[in-house]
């Protein structure tokens, strides 16, 4: 068990909806990172956060959007689903180091699987 | 263009046959190379972070090494439960403060008793 928590287990939604996905870092990690995988993409980067500031993007659909509060926690919004969209999201979250910028390691909780159908 | 490429793709190994997983990249200022496993609908697995060339660590039967151009997970005297998805990944400082995590797509390891 990494310490980081993903609610909910599994989703399943249709074309259209919007979905939020939750992630609790592990206790004193101030960054949070979401991950999509799919069968053919592999892991992909999406977005960074770092004590409720954004701090590094990557491949993020517009459709898709983020936000990490005062408690940590972090939120990613998925809007207009498409079939494609269907994946397993993952959260990480990482150690800050002295002076305020996280260390490297990355810690994964088991993740969210979406379905759309 | 950052890039990881694993190879290869699928090992199948007898148990105690050991081996070698190899994770080529090009990054611009690499700052980490990391190794997980990851099992079948789980979520990565955190085993070993390199920083720099010649680096080496060890974790029972499994050791990562580090050039300026790849990196090895040896696993030595595999088991049947050292059957995994091994991931690796390069991370870049990006903008101020921030980390891109580029993953490679992995190789699936089959240990067979």
């Known amino acids: 068990d990494s310490g980081v928590t993903q609610t909910p287990k599994h989703l399943i939604t249709a074309t259209g909806q919007r979905v939020t996905l939750r992630c609790s870092p592990r206790s004193g990690d101030l960054s949070v990172y979401w991950y999509q995988q799919s069968l053919d993409q592999g892991l992909q980067f999406l977005i960074q956060y770092y004590n409720g500031e954004e701090r590094a993007k990557g491949n993020i659909l517009e459709r898709f959007s983020a936000q990490q509060f005062p408690d940590l926690h972090s939120e990613l919004n998925l809007s207009s689903l498409e079939l494609g969209d269907s994946a397993l999201y993952f959260c990480?979250?990482?150690?800050?180091?002295?002076?305020?910028?996280?260390?490297?390691?990355?810690?994964f909780g088991p993740g969210t699987r979406l379905t759309v159908l | 263009e950052d890039q990881v490429t694993q190879s290869p793709e699928a090992l199948r190994l007898q148990e105690g046959e050991s081996s070698s997983l190899n994770c080529s990249y090009t990054?611009?200022?690499?700052?980490?190379l990391f190794w997980y496993r990851q099992d079948p609908g789980k979520g990565p697995e955190f085993l070993f972070t390199?920083?720099?060339a010649g680096e080496e660590k060890e974790k029972e039967r499994l050791k990562a090494t580090l050039t300026k151009k790849e990196s090895f997970l040896h696993i030595t005297a595999p088991k049947p439960e050292d059957s995994a998805t091994y991931l690796c990944?390069?991370?870049?400082?990006?903008?101020?403060?921030?980390?891109?995590?580029?993953f490679g797509a992995g190789t699936r390891l089959f240990v067979k008793a």
């Open positions: 390199l920083y720099s």
């Open positions: 990944a390069v991370q870049a400082l990006v903008g101020t403060g921030g980390f891109k995590t580029i």
């Open positions: 990054v611009s200022g690499l700052r980490g």
């Open positions: 990480a979250s990482s150690v800050p180091r002295a002076g305020g910028i996280s260390t490297d390691t990355q810690y």
